[in-house]
């Protein structure tokens, strides 16, 4: 037996003239040592300054590094303006606009920005450069289905008869061409037909003396009924004409507009517990506080009530308000404090209103700043 450990080829290997070659001669390549077929139509690989220039290699290094360093530094700078800025207080604006909105945008898009910047350049830069070729077929049809298409379009016209119809025709076109008009009048309802009267949105029906009711059933409220931690929904007792009241039918008016920005809540607390705005001591009753129901934010109805914190919340965007610190915005999306109603009793202990609101209720818009 023979103690040779060398492997034949599984297959002869051929030379140039087609003759065997024996096995001992033959030099089989390996997958490394095979040459790739090239390919005619792809260009040779242009090689990046980072692959070949040590010093540009660095250099994009620094660049990258210093895009996350700043995208560092502006995450900090949005937590400092978090706890620096107050939401909704006057003095604290940039360009109109309010500095805890602005800065915590700015930063946090800033943040944001250089972090992708600093990835797209690091994949462009520094990442391996591998050049891929995938062969496709054309991404058009074989000549034969486009004609076999062509020729089904054909007969399908000439069967239902539309070249030789005018009269189908020409009012099928017409009835297609004839629906924009629903289009444009639908359209045409998104703006008022008339300026929209800016002024009137900073006054609601509420006048001194008016008493507050329930916004159910009508009836007014006498301050020794509320207790500490009820909240009740309310609104202006001219929404419920009678003759006992006096007030006239609102004829002239949209009720559904003046019941939506009369709608109030009404609050009691105990009477340490509040912190009025300068100016506004004497605008509640014994502990009894009271703020527009509209929410500051896009409008949506307030009512969810934390008697422990005296938090209100709105259901739609989660805007939070402190009633006990006038209403101002402790969580969510709205920029401005509810509006506060000034309340008073009468002879007989009714609460009442002192005047009207005295800045515009309901959501923000743009000449709002101007009304106050």
């Not at 995450?75 to 909704?88: M, S």
């Not at 005018?166 to 045409?188: D, E, F, H, S, Y």
């Not at 934390?306 to 259901?315: A, I, M």
Request: net charge negative.
């Amino acid at each position: 037996m023979s103690n040779d450990n060398s492997s034949t080829p599984e297959h002869p290997v051929n030379g140039p003239d087609g003759t065997p070659v024996p096995h001992d001669e033959a030099h089989v390549p390996t997958h490394r040592e095979a040459e790739p077929i090239p390919d005619p139509g792809l260009p040779a690989h242009t090689w990046r300054p980072t692959d070949v220039d040590p010093k540009a290699e660095k250099r994009a290094e620094r660049q990258i590094a210093a895009m996350f360093v700043g995208a560092m530094i502006s995450a900090v700078l949005f937590v400092v303006a978090y706890f620096t800025f107050q939401i909704g207080d006057n003095w604290d604006t940039i360009g109109g606009l309010g500095a805890s909105t602005v800065s915590l945008g700015v930063t946090l898009g800033v943040s944001l920005l250089l972090i992708g910047i600093g990835i797209i350049h690091l994949a462009r830069k520094l990442m391996a450069d591998h050049e891929m070729v995938e062969m496709r077929h054309a991404a058009a049809s074989p000549p034969e289905d486009r004609e076999a298409t062509v020729e089904a379009l054909n007969a399908g016209l000439a069967e239902a008869g539309i070249g030789r119809r005018p009269l189908v025709r020409n009012t099928m076109i017409g009835a297609v061409g004839l629906l924009g008009l629903p289009a444009v009048v639908l359209l045409r309802d998104l703006a008022p037909g008339k300026a929209l009267d800016i002024d009137a949105l900073a006054h609601t029906i509420w006048k001194p003396g008016m008493r507050l009711v329930r916004d159910v059933v009508g009836t007014p409220i006498l301050a020794s009924e509320v207790e500490i931690g009820d909240l009740v929904n309310a609104t202006a007792e001219a929404l419920f004409p009678s003759e006992e009241n006096g007030y006239p039918e609102l004829s002239n008016l949209d009720e559904q507009v003046q019941k939506a920005k009369a709608a109030i809540i009404v609050v009691r607390m105990n009477p340490d517990e509040i912190i009025p705005l300068k100016g506004r001591e004497k605008w509640t009753v014994s502990g009894i506080i009271c703020y527009s129901k509209i929410c500051t934010h896009v409008g949506c109805p307030i009512s969810l009530y934390e008697r422990t914190t005296h938090h209100v919340l709105c259901p739609c965007h989660q805007s939070t308000f402190d009633l006990a610190d006038h209403a101002k915005v402790v969580f969510g999306p709205a920029a401005r404090p509810l509006p506060q109603l000034p309340l008073a009793v009468d002879d007989e202990g009714y609460l009442v209103a002192q005047s009207d609101f005295t800045e515009p209720v309901g959501a923000s818009y743009w000449e709002r700043e101007k009304q106050k």
